[in-house]
């Protein structure tokens, strides 16, 4: 992340598409592993049909896991893949309240069919809903070096 800022581009859609397929099937997993957690915790029944709780409670897991990710480096694993990373507009550090910003307006930009998401490709700013409402962007640069997940790798 300490590259110049000549090599810092937006993401090409390609790229993005690839970062969101990734990041997809590790969420599932997760999600699979989140409700076999709660199946458990019912006593080995099933969840009832339309808990709002339990829709609470995956939300919740999505937005860790994201959450988690973005804050500790600016990359999920799919990012890392892909070399993509999360930036603040002012080259701070992610913090919890940025990420639940982004969260939660990247959910809702998924609504109108993906405007939210189109908007960068599409509008004069080359940014998303959640971009420009949270103070984040996402660079893509070839030369970038990954940061270790934790103090341990």
């Known amino acids: 992340m300490t590259d110049s800022p000549e090599t810092y581009c937006r993401p090409s859609l ?11 099937l590790l969420l599932l997993s ?38 988690w990710f973005w ?13 993509v990373y999360l930036m603040t507009t002012d080259n701070s550090e992610i913090s919890w309240q940025r990420a ?12 109108p069919a993906g405007l939210g998401i189109w908007w960068q490709y599409l509008g004069k700013d080359n940014q998303s809903w959640a971009d420009t409402l949270s103070g984040t962007r996402l660079h893509y640069s070839k030369n970038s070096n990954n940061k270790p997940l934790s103090r341990l790798s």
């Open 14 to 24: 390609f790229r993005h598409l690839g970062v969101m397929l990734y990041d997809s």
């Open 30 to 67: 997760i999600l699979l592993l989140a409700s076999l957690l709660a199946v458990a915790l019912n006593g080995g029944n099933a969840i009832g049909q339309g808990n709002p709780f339990f829709f609470l409670y995956l939300l919740a897991v999505c937005f860790l896991f994201y959450g």
């Open 100 to 111: 639940f910003v982004r969260f939660s307006i990247s959910l809702i930009s998924w609504l």
């Open 71 to 83: 804050t500790h480096g600016g990359q999920t694993l799919g990012m890392r893949s892909w070399k």
